[in-house]
Nanobody, 126 residues
């Protein structure tokens, strides 16, 4: 069983930045694709970004965050990060990380994650 724990959520003003972290309890997490999702009240869950743990330069992004958000990883710390810049009020949501065994390229929208974190709340004020 892999436990994922997010942190870094906060309340900031529009234009600000936050860096979210997702730490995996599993000491060996090779072979997983890690995802960041978000869900705002009354809205459907959105996939934000993904990254393969054991491949370099594999990050992908949803169009609505390209150029503003960056996902990266520190395998030594079993941690995936989401750097969020130029935040907007519409970025307000609970952000969750998910882990899916396999390559990110094998993921189809709607596939269920193998593991989920509980989420961290991001609130952006105008």
């Amino acid at each position: 069983q892999v436990e994922l724990v997010e942190s870094g959520g906060d309340s900031v003003q529009a234009g600000g930045s936050l860096r979210l972290s997702c730490v995996a309890s599993e000491y060996t997490w090779n072979g997983y694709c890690m995802f960041w999702f978000r869900q705002a009240p009354g809205r459907e869950r959105e996939e934000i970004a993904s990254i393969n743990i054991d491949r370099e330069n594999s990050a992908t992004y949803a169009d609505f965050v390209k150029g503003r958000f960056t996902v990266d990883k520190d395998n030594a710390k079993n941690t995936v990060y989401l750097q969020m810049n130029s935040l907007k009020p519409e970025d307000t949501a609970t952000y969750r990380c998910g882990a899916l065994q396999g390559l990110c390229t094998d993921y189809n929208s709607g596939d269920e994650m193998d593991y989920w974190g509980k989420g961290t709340l991001v609130t952006i004020s105008s």
